[in-house]
């Protein structure tokens, strides 16, 4: 647990940095509440998508299934979740996302879901 308390502070950082580097859309993620809640759920998914572990948990789908039920009650959610998640991926050193496991999620955890997960994609076109 402290783990995560030292990860959300460094992503906070991080956000901050950011933020002071690019205003106009690091400001908008940084005070965005949504992104925490989508930072905690995604959490469980990354050693999957970003082949260190081996299989995808079930807490990954349980989180993936809690988001993509929710996304469609937030405003403007798919694009808010693309630029929490790019932001969440972008706050800390991770190796990079293999496409192949992003796709493999919808087989493996039984949803199709109705936001995009990537590292390095134009939100703004959601």
């Known amino acids: 647990m402290a783990a995560k308390k030292l990860i959300a502070l460094v992503i906070a950082f991080f956000a901050l ?8 859309n690091a400001l908008k993620i940084l005070e965005d509440p949504i992104c925490e809640e989508v930072n905690d759920c ?27 039920g929710r996304v469609k009650y937030v405003d403007n959610g798919v694009r ?31 949803i199709h879901r109705s936001f ?3 590292e390095h994609m134009d939100c703004s076109k959601l």
Do not use: K, M, W
Request: net charge negative; glycine share 4%; with cysteine.
């Open 17 to 24: 940095v950011l933020a002071i580097q690019r205003p106009s």
């Open 116 to 118: 995009p997960i990537s």
């Open 80 to 110: 808010r979740y693309c630029y929490c998640i790019e932001d969440f991926t972008n706050s800390h050193y991770h190796p990079p996302y293999l496409q192949n496991r992003i796709g493999d999620l919808t087989a493996i955890c039984g």
């Open 42 to 68: 995604f959490e469980y998914c990354e050693d999957f998508i970003d082949g260190i572990a081996r299989y995808a948990t079930r807490e990954c789908c349980d989180n993936l299934l809690i988001l993509n």
